[in-house]
């Protein structure tokens, strides 16, 4: 029987599924997409890859904005979370 996976896990697996996308891309990478957009930022913070990104606008609502991101590279601590991570997936579906 499968482990159910928890919404924690899932929103990592995300994380890592663009990771993933954007390391066999030719950088940079232009998006634009809001979730897109909110990933980069937190993968940044994380330091597993670099990014530019345009300055937030402030929308009408008060909400706040960034209308694109531009993945530059994926730094050498991003290279390696992916291989651990394809490791501990590859474990996971052996065992």
Known sequence: MRKKVTPKEL????????LEFLSRRHLPVVCSRAEDIHRILALRSASLLEALT?????????ER???????TAI???G???????????AASHRA
Request: hydrophobic share 40%; glycine share 6%; aromatic share 6%.
């Open 54 to 62: 345009e300055p937030p606008e402030l929308l009408r609502t008060g």
């Open 79 to 89: 290279h390696n979370a992916l291989a651990r991570n394809t490791r501990a997936l």
């Open 75 to 77: 730094t050498s601590e």
């Open 11 to 18: 929103r990592v697996a995300e994380y890592y599924a663009l």
């Open 65 to 71: 904005r960034i209308g694109r991101a531009i993945v």
